[in-house]
Nanobody
Framework: HVQLVESGGGLVQPGGSLRLSCAAT????????MRWYRQAPGKQLELVAA???????DYADFVLGRFTISKEDANNWVYLTMNSLKPEDTAVYYC????????????WGQGTQVTVSS
């Protein structure tokens, strides 16, 4: 199994930046794709960005050009760098790991709160 712990959330003014981190431990060699999701109050969980084992990335339209997902394989970290933050980016952000093994459930972190407000 894989365990994930997010960090880096906080309060930031509109237009500001934050970098979220996700540390993966456990059976990290089973990880196929890492993703960041978010959930705002009263809204559904939505996919923000994804990165594959080979480093290919994909983004939701609403973060294109503002957010960057990256990874550091040596230390098993995944990052979400968020620039030009807007109040509508306020949400709890979750890290997710999809396994190569078909019988493994996806791993989830506990979430980190991001609040964009003046």
């Amino acid at each position: 199994h894989v365990q994930l712990v997010e960090s880096g959330g906080g309060l930031v003014q509109p237009g500001g930046s934050l970098r979220l981190s996700c540390a993966a431990t456990g059976n990290i060699f089973s990880i196929n794709i890492m993703r960041w999701y978010r959930q705002a109050p009263g809204k559904q969980l939505e996919l923000v960005a994804a990165i594959t084992r080979s480093g290919a990335t994909d983004y939701a339209d609403f973060v294109l050009g503002r957010f960057t997902i990256s990874k550091e394989d040596a230390n098993n970290w995944v990052y979400l760098t968020m620039n030009s933050l807007k109040p509508e980016d306020t949400a709890v952000y979750y890290c997710n790991a999809e396994s190569l093994l078909p019988d493994d459930d996806p791993a989830w972190g506990q979430g980190t709160q991001v609040t964009v407000s003046s």
